[in-house]
């Protein structure tokens, strides 16, 4: 199973980086995250060989980390050197046991250390889902298709249109924004 998932991980300076991501969950306390190369969130891994995986329904924080807007509020993770973010609503910290190594998108077989639950999730609306789904496509501008990115999103705009709030408008524009720039750089 792939879970969505706010994926922190810091360098040796204590730099964090934020980074949405999905992580794929093997077993209970066994994941595997697949950064694509290159990347900040694999150096930061393989030099400091831990992360922690956020689980957040606030979608701005997906959206705004693919656009540029990756400031927000960390608090220091409990088991391992590591920051969390606060708005998560679990997270948990792992370990790097072994790698799998790949030219593009090397496997990073980690295990959880330790896991907590903030808060209750309550599900995603459908805009939620829609801010997600946008921000896949905007996270693939330059390996898909346009025209596919642009008739997702249209499909996507129906649920957005119907049960957003302000977070949510907030999180689409921002991915919007993202889409006209790589239209306009590539005009």
């Known amino acids: 199973m792939i879970q969505e998932t706010i994926v922190v991980t810091q360098n040796s300076s204590g730099l964090a980086h934020i980074a949405p991501m999905g992580v ?3 077993a209970a306390g066994e994941f595997i995250i697949l950064p694509f190369r290159p990347s900040t969130t694999l150096n930061n ?4 060989k831990s992360a922690v995986l956020n689980y957040c329904d606030d979608v701005r924080v997906f959206a705004g980390c693919l656009t540029g807007q990756r ?25 790097l046991l072994r790698i799998e190594d790949d030219e593009t998108r090397p496997k990073l077989f980690c295990k959880a ?8 999730f309550k599900g995603f609306n459908r805009a939620q889902y829609s801010v997600l789904e946008a921000a896949i496509l905007i996270s693939r501008l330059d390996r898909l298709p346009l025209e596919k990115i642009q008739a997702e999103i249209d499909y996507l705009r ?4 119907k049960t ?4 949510e408008l907030e ?17």
């Open 24 to 26: 794929h969950t093997v």
């Open 45 to 48: 891994l393989l030099e400091h």
């Open 71 to 95: 400031d927000w509020p960390l608090k220091p993770a409990e088991k391992i050197t590591g920051q969390v973010l606060e708005c998560a609503l679990a997270h948990v910290e792992v370990e």
């Open 113 to 120: 250390v330790h896991s907590v639950n903030h808060l209750p």
């Open 158 to 161: 129906i649920g957005l249109e």
């Open 164 to 167: 957003a709030g302000d977070r």
């Open 171 to 187: 999180a689409w524009s921002w991915l919007m924004a993202a889409i006209e720039n790589h239209i306009g750089a590539h005009s």
